[in-house]
């Protein structure tokens, strides 16, 4: 990409207890994931490549709801992204996978207040923390120091192109819902009431988020 931009892409787990009766269910759903992953065309990100790496005409075809992919080089985080139309609730895809079906493991997905280009200022993605270590369950990785300097890059295609973000923190978060809590991260005084709470300014500075802060603090509120 010509030009770098910064974003806080937040990866929010959603735990849950999984019930005997759905096993069947899960390990169906957790092949078709799979099989999905074997139809996709990869590249290399660090060939320069502008195109999307990812057939979304295959994955439209699937499931029209599939607005992006996301991967986490040298992981087991790849996975569609998903995000339901108006005619279904807003977390659908909670207990829904990414074929329409009712079960488990369920889907990465992001909420209608997010824009599914992925040109909010925080975008947050859902997704369980399941046992058999899928979906994701493998940020728990992170809190290792070594793992998590060996795998900060994360890239999240779009039917238009490729994002690179790059993982500068990892913190705890309770159940409130983070786009609620923080007005939408509209403003910098949102963004920078997020850093303090979690007490992530000092890494910040360190990496010059924020005279990004700065600027948006200057910009018209979204609607």
Known sequence: MKRVKVYLLLLVIVISVSATAVSLYKKHNAEVLEDLKKEMTWVDPSDGEEEPAVDFSYLKELNPD???????????????ILQSKEDKKEDYYLNHNVDGTVGYPASIYMQKTNNAKLTDPVTVLYGHNMKNGSMFAGLHEYKDAIYFDEHPEVYVYTPTGRKHYR???????????????????????SLEAFYIERELLTVCLMIRIVPIIKKWRKLPRMK
């Open 66 to 80: 599939i607005v992006a992919w996301i991967d986490i080089p040298n992981t087991e985080i790849s996975y569609p």
């Open 167 to 189: 993982i500068f923190a990892v913190v705890n978060y309770d159940d409130r819902l983070i786009l609620d809590a923080y007005d939408g991260f509209q403003t910098g005084d």
